[in-house]
């Protein structure tokens, strides 16, 4: 590990360097090398030419993803399973069209909170800014798709690209700033005090093996870009580590606008989907428990909590599983509420996040070594000629090299 020179070189020259007694005395009562000592033992030491914890330099494994989209795959086989059991109609068309639909809309959400996830940077205004965008269309559906959904797309879009400009300038939380956007958009959707019927005609069912394909097709190349290591350590740059109020520099703050904006337009997206299959009239409400539904979606694929991991196929199969279980509690009248879901889904999400963040890194296969605690008996072999190399010793150091009661610990 690269050291500071300051703190691990012998002052005095010649005289310091074969007085170890000396060195330890400056080290026991200098504050600041003591501070920055104590600092350089805490930090996981690893192998390579910029030995830096697996942790920090955005080294992942994948294996533990590709397990558990095993897992999720299963699981929706068998949500399948017991849905055809309870209507086998309900896997045939005209059926499957509203239910690929629905897949489609909740893959837009799940999309979007994986991808801040992905940034460090999550969207908690997703659930609101889909049911401001369902009652958009549903109130101006009857000028048209193009002329209830653009503008619905711009709003979105210029309000992700300010709380992203927000994100990135202050280095504030992304959460926190999202949910101040997402209560500013229950304010516009509770001035509607009554359910508004749709407008339009429009019926996206027609397409829906077209949008529910988009869907899939967006989640596997995004998974499949985030396998790759740069794409994946250039997105998550937001990722917490050290200090997390430090700012990361302008390269950081790409991404977040990236992640930002893009995950408005799909919040944008699935509002309209929902809105244009729906039955009945759209409800104003807070549009929180789709925040809380998406984002415990894309944490159960496999997304990290804490920004950057993420798996190949597991939006894809979450999405899937979830629009099944859904169709088949909504056929058997289980009446679960919406938020209920969320909250469960949530606590799995946070689970497997756990375990993303157990597993998925290198550094959890041993190859960091913790300094956290003294040396053996054995003291380390410190060269003058290269303060910044630390070789075990091959053999114990004499007694008189020991430096003994110092702040290694090491006695004789």
Known sequence: MAYDETTFRRPGGDQAANDPAAYRRRVQYDDTAGSTLDQSLSAPVTAGPFPAAAEEDGRDRLGIHLGWEVVLLVAAGVLGFFLFREDSGALQRPALDSLLVTGAAIGLLTLGAGLSLRAGAPN????????????????????????ALVPALIIGAAGGLVAGLLVAVLHVPGWAVSLGAGLGVIVFIQLRVEPIVVQGDWDPTGKAFLLFGGFAILAVLGGGLGAIGPVRRFFGRLRPAGDPARRRGTAAAVPVLVAMVLSTVFAVGAGVLFAAQSAGPIVPGTGLEWTGIAMGLAMLAGTSAYGRRGGIFGTLFAVTALTLFLDYENRRELDIALFAIAASLVVAGLIITRLVETYGSLGSGGTAVEWNAAPSSAAANWSPASPETWNAPATPAAPSDRWDDGPWGATR
């Not at 908690?124 to 002329?147: F, H, R, T, W």
């Open 124 to 147: 908690l205004a997703i659930g609101p800014v889909a049911l401001a965008a369902a009652l958009q269309y549903a109130e101006n559906s009857d000028k048209g798709v193009l002329q």
